[in-house]
T-cell receptor, first 112, second 112 residues
Framework: ETGVTQSPTHLIKTRGQQVTLRCSSQSGHNTVSWYQQALGQGPQFIFQYYREEENGRGNFPPRFSGLQFPNYSSELNVNALELDDSALYLC???????????FGQGTRLTVV | GESVGLHLPTLSVQEGDNSIINCAYSNSASDYFIWYKQESGKGPQFIIDIRSNMDKRQGQRVTVLLNKTVKHLSLQIAATQPGDSAVYFCAESHQAGTALIFGKGTTLSVSS
């Protein structure tokens, strides 16, 4: 186990709704990254937070937003859900922005 | 564009054999490479990493080889076990801890 926990583990939402996914980073880790993994594909980088500031963003629309709290836990928010947003959402934490990243088990989001 | 790909989508081996999983990357500016193992329903698990100033690195039963001339990365697993069955991803980044670019993965199946 990596010490990175995500909640919920599974979620079903309706198209057009909004969703919030949560991640608790490994103790002492101040950097959190979020990835989207579609079925049968490799994870795709959404964005990274370092000490509560966004520190890089992938090719995702603005309806994907995030937040990092003073305790370094993080949220991923997705507005106006689309069917193609159905995927496994992974959170990874690291001690610093330049260190090895450890992944959580992911949240399986299904949009119907 | 930047991408990391794998040569074979599936690899089947017998228990005890040595396995070699290959990966080609396209960004010559990448400085950090990682192999991850992902079991069904779980997040990616770190196996081994290598920086661009090295061409070989060994871990427990695993070896990563980096050939910068042809932009090729490989993972060798010695004495493959049924517990090694999983999807293996290579990933690259400009530096450790920054956005990871993943390939599509190779599914390794180990039969007894």
């Amino acid at each position: 186990e990596t010490g990175v926990t995500q909640s919920p583990t599974h979620l079903i939402k309706t198209r057009g709704q909004q969703v919030t996914l949560r991640c608790s980073s490994q103790s002492g880790h101040n950097t959190v990254s979020w990835y989207q993994q579609a079925l049968g594909q490799g994870p795709q980088f959404i964005f990274q937070y370092y000490r509560e500031e966004e520190n890089g963003r992938g090719n995702f629309p603005p309806r994907f937003s995030g937040l990092q709290f003073p305790n370094y836990s993080s949220e991923l928010n997705v507005n106006a859900l689309e069917l193609d947003d159905s995927a496994l959402y992974l959170c990874a934490s690291s001690l610093e922005a330049g260190a090895e990243a450890f992944f959580g088990q992911g949240t399986r989001l299904t949009v119907v | 564009g930047e991408s990391v790909g794998l040569h074979l989508p599936t690899l089947s081996v017998q228990e005890g054999d040595n396995s070699i999983i290959n990966c080609a990357y396209s960004n010559s500016a990448s400085d950090y490479f990682i192999w991850y193992k992902q079991e069904s329903g779980k997040g990616p698990q770190f196996i081994i990493d290598i920086r661009s100033n090295m061409d070989k690195r060994q871990g427990q039963r695993v070896t990563v080889l980096l050939n910068k001339t042809v932009k090729h990365l490989s993972l060798q697993i010695a004495a493959t076990q049924p517990g090694d069955s999983a999807v293996y991803f290579c990933a690259e980044s400009h530096q450790a801890g920054t956005a990871l670019i993943f390939g599509k993965g190779t599914t390794l199946s180990v039969s007894s």
